[in-house]
Structure formats: structure tokens, C-alpha cells
């Protein structure tokens, strides 16, 4: 593929300007137009050292406006973020809607020069490409246009630039070792990169590949292929038909297996026995608590379940002898305005636990199939296709060492009502009622198929739900905690040996 480029391409001066100075006015009608149609677009330049990935950025940014884009030079992970899964730091920097964001190397690098300098194994690759295609598919399919760029250059004009470069006491700093290392391992970068190539072209965001021996050349191919790219995601745009929403039927396919009428809600425990198991269990969870943190182990302990099922006091006696510098709990609601901009999943990528903590979310990622889905925030298209967007999510957890652990606390709608009423009379917590809530109670069957076709396609084996039986507080609360510490022993054995 590379090899067959034609690098002898070239354009004379006179042209090389004639034709950037179009394509500039181009480019500066087309950023106004991404903002008004709120279009973000992704760059992603790649592509060998001194192939002039700099200057054409400079170029490119020359007639923006500076308030629409940024800029991101892609630098070795921090320490900070080597704690997370590798894809995290990328998903802090995504443009929302209306801005474009430039990656001056990006997320390919992991697949590319960490592999070519032996800082990625082998087995590694394949998984990561297939998170590196599940993460553009998301971002394409919510509306990004992706524009990725890879920069060729023949083994005597990398040689020459290098040299170039480095002689003049102004630019030597920018020539890395690891840059030598390109030219001398040239043939073995081809082959990496011809593989990357091949593996993360796909029809939603394919390569553009640009033959670099001539800047001029190479300028002008990526700036013409930029002003397409865009021009084509607003005429796509311009011509979506209205999104459609329809509610979940009242009852599930014959074919659908439901979850939560095989929960046992009798379950239940007297007094002294749940505070017996229940201090057990807490003072196990806090021994687990300084294992994980030596072991640099992440978790994420999902809450969902039914309006007064009881989450925050499960929540409550699972955290109550935490260290609470070691966990976090994230309490989400309806997205703000911030968020709206961006793909649904980004906020909940900005608050995953580090490696060494715990992360409770109350409330979760699971909101766009179930209130979303209900309440029509989400179309069809975006519920449905969240199903394999939110396994994808997971599985890039639980490979990159997470223990994830997903609970529906389950109640029946005559425990929900009690419950209720109880609020209702009694003034400390009457707060904790509202309008919404007895409407949500309304749609109690909708509900149910959404709640039973999500845990039907969104248990896994590395991140299955648990239906907690809630009708009893004192045997949900235990069941949680007990469920927690058997997750982290597993990852602990599992790690150890």
C-alpha cells in the first residue's frame, strides 16, 4: 500500500499558491458552517517524524478562527493517565459540537511507535485496533465528522530531513531519538503501519494517504481532502431525515427471557443477623479496600433499580468504612448543556476511577435504554445502537484490569408504594418524593421490558448484571456488599495466582 504511493508527486510554486489560497477560503466558510450546524469534526494527522505534520497544521489553522479548534500534540502518557484505559486521555480532548479538534499523532500511536520501540506486545495489537474502530464507529454515529491523515516519505527524504532538522540549532530539539530509529528501521515502520492501515480503514472513517516527499503536494492533497470530508458530513447532515421515538411495548418477546421475575424478593434477614453479616462484610471490604490500591486494581460499582429500591442505602453502608480518599461516588442526573455537546458516554469517561480506586456510580451509562428510552430524550436509532456502545465501553474496562460490577436493585410495585407512603408522611424525607417519581410509577410496565431487554443485552461474562432482590433493605444491603467482595477477590486471585 505505502510503498506503491507515487512520492515523485509535486506542484510548482505559482500553483502550490494559487490553489492553497482557495482551499484556505474554503476552509474558513466551512468552519463557520460547522458551527452553526453544531458539525464537530476530527483531524488525526499521522505519519513519519519530519514528514511536515507541523507546518501543516500552521497552514491549516492560518484563516480559522482560533475560537473554533484546537490544537492536541499527542505526547507519552503521563503518569496520571497510564492509570486509566488507554483510549481515556483521547475522550477528555473530543470537540464538541460546532469545534473542531486537530491531533497532532493521536490514539494510533499506541499501535504504531510504542509497538514499533517494544513498548506494546503483540498480542496487544489486535484488541486495541478493535477498541481504536469501536471508538471512531461511536463518535461517526453520533454525528463527528473524522478526518485521518497518514503522511508518507521515502527512506532518502526522511534521511534528509532528519539531517536537515537536526543541523539547524533552531529546530535540533524537535529530532528525538526514537526518529533516527524510524529511518533506520524503515522497513519494519512500513510494515507496522501498512498493518494499522489496513486493520482501521473502514468506510466511516477511512485513511487518507498522502504522499510527502513534496510539502507542497502534500499540503494541498490534505487541505483538498479536509474541505470534502466536511462539505460531505453537512450535505449529510442537511439531508437526515427527523429522528423518530417511539415507546417500548408493554410486554417482552416470547423470545426474551425476564430477568427480574426470577428474583426471589421473599429473601430476607432479621435484625441481629444482618448486623452481624453486615459488619462482616464491611470489615472484609475494607481489607479488600488496601489490596486493591497496592494492587492498583479499579473499580466500577454500577447502581441502578427502581425509584425507592434502595440504591443510596445500599450505597451508604457499602461506603461507610471506606477510606473515603480511596472511592468516589458519582450521582448522575440529566445531562447538562456541557454534555449535550458531546457523544453521551463522554461524561461518564471523565469520572471513571483511576487504578487503586472505586468508583460508584448512582445512576449510569445505562440511562440512554432505559429513561431516555422511555421518556423519548433518545431516538430509536440512539437507544438501540447503545446496547453495543455500552458492551464496547465495558469490555475496554475489564481488559484494561477493571472490576466492573452492575446492579439492578429490584422491588415489586406494592413494596415500591409502601415505600412511598412512607415518604409522604414523614417530613425528613418527603424530599426524596417527587411528581416524577409517581410518574415513572405510571409507566411501570414500559419500565419492565426496558429493565429486562437492557440486562438481557448488557450482561456479560466480564461484566454481568446482579438483580439484587430488594424488597427486603436489610438483605439487599448485605447481598451487595457480599457481591462486591467476591468481584474484587476474583480479580485479586486472578492477578496473584
Not at 469534526?41 to 479548534?69: S, T
Request: with cysteine; charged share 25%; aromatic share 12%.
Amino acid at each position: 500500500m505505502l510503498e506503491m504511493l507515487d512520492l515523485s508527486r509535486s506542484l510548482d510554486k505559482a500553483t502550490y499558491k494559487r490553489e492553497v489560497e482557495a482551499l484556505m477560503q474554503q476552509l474558513r466558510s466551512l468552519q463557520q458552517s460547522c458551527w452553526e450546524s453544531r458539525l464537530p469534526l476530527l483531524v488525526v494527522l499521522e505519519g513519519w517524524a519530519a514528514a511536515g505534520k507541523g507546518a501543516l497544521v500552521k497552514k491549516m489553522v492560518n484563516y480559522m478562527d482560533p475560537r473554533g479548534f484546537t490544537v492536541y500534540p499527542t505526547l507519552p502518557p503521563t503518569d496520571t493517565e497510564q492509570q486509566y484505559p488507554f483510549l481515556w486521555r483521547f475522550w477528555q480532548q473530543l470537540p464538541p459540537q460546532g469545534a473542531i479538534g486537530i491531533f497532532y499523532h493521536s490514539w494510533y500511536t499506541h499501535v504504531l511507535e510504542d509497538r514499533l520501540f517494544e513498548h506494546l506486545s503483540s498480542e496487544r495489537v489486535p484488541q486495541m485496533m478493535a477498541q481504536i474502530n469501536a471508538f471512531e464507529r461511536q463518535l461517526a454515529d453520533d454525528g463527528v465528522a473524522i478526518a485521518k491523515f497518514y503522511l508518507h516519505l521515502s527512506r532518502k527524504e526522511l534521511k534528509h530531513r532528519l539531517k536537515k532538522t537536526a543541523k539547524d540549532e533552531l529546530t535540533a530539539w524537535r529530532v528525538r531519538p526514537e526518529d533516527w530509529q524510524q529511518h533506520k528501521r524503515y522497513h519494519q515502520y512500513v510494515d507496522l503501519a501498512e498493518e494499522m492501515l489496513i486493520q482501521t480503514s473502514t468506510g466511516i472513517a477511512p485513511w487518507t494517504l498522502v504522499e510527502s516527499d513534496c510539502k507542497r503536494w502534500a499540503r494541498v492533497k490534505v487541505l483538498s481532502k479536509l474541505v470534502a470530508v466536511i462539505t460531505e458530513a453537512l450535505d449529510r447532515r442537511a439531508a437526515q431525515p427527523p429522528p423518530v421515538t417511539t415507546p417500548p411495548q408493554e410486554t417482552l418477546l416470547a423470545t426474551e427471557p425476564n430477568a427480574l421475575a426470577s428474583a426471589d424478593l421473599s429473601l430476607k434477614l432479621e435484625r441481629d443477623e444482618y448486623k452481624d453479616r453486615l459488619r462482616t462484610a464491611q470489615l472484609e471490604l475494607r481489607r479488600l479496600q488496601q489490596q486493591i490500591f497496592q494492587h492498583q486494581i479499579p473499580v466500577v460499582l454500577v447502581f441502578e433499580g427502581w425509584d425507592a429500591a434502595g440504591k443510596g442505602g445500599a450505597i451508604k453502608r457499602l461506603t461507610d468504612i471506606l477510606d473515603p480518599r480511596s472511592y468516589r461516588v458519582n450521582p448522575y442526573a440529566a445531562p447538562t448543556a456541557e454534555e449535550n455537546r458531546y457523544h453521551y458516554l463522554w461524561r461518564f469517561w471523565r469520572t471513571l476511577p483511576p487504578a487503586g480506586k472505586i468508583g460508584i456510580c448512582d445512576r449510569s451509562w445505562y440511562g440512554r435504554v432505559l429513561v431516555e428510552r422511555v421518556e423519548g430524550f433518545a431516538t430509536d436509532l440512539e437507544w438501540r445502537r447503545a446496547y453495543r456502545e455500552i458492551n464496547e465501553f465495558e469490555t475496554q474496562l475489564t481488559t484494561s484490569g477493571y472490576v466492573v460490577v452492575k446492579f439492578w436493585l429490584h422491588i415489586d410495585p406494592e413494596e415500591q408504594l409502601r415505600r412511598f407512603e412512607q415518604r409522604r408522611e414523614n417530613p425528613f424525607r418527603q424530599y426524596k418524593l417527587t411528581d416524577e417519581d409517581w410518574r415513572n410509577r405510571d409507566r411501570w410496565s414500559l419500565y419492565d421490558v426496558a429493565v429486562n431487554q437492557m440486562i438481557g443485552r448488557t450482561s456479560t461474562p466480564t461484566a454481568p448484571w446482579v438483580v439484587v432482590p430488594g424488597n427486603d433493605k436489610y438483605y439487599a444491603r448485605v447481598f451487595v456488599i457480599e457481591t462486591v467482595i467476591q468481584a474484587i477477590r476474583q480479580e485479586l486471585t486472578r492477578r496473584t495466582g
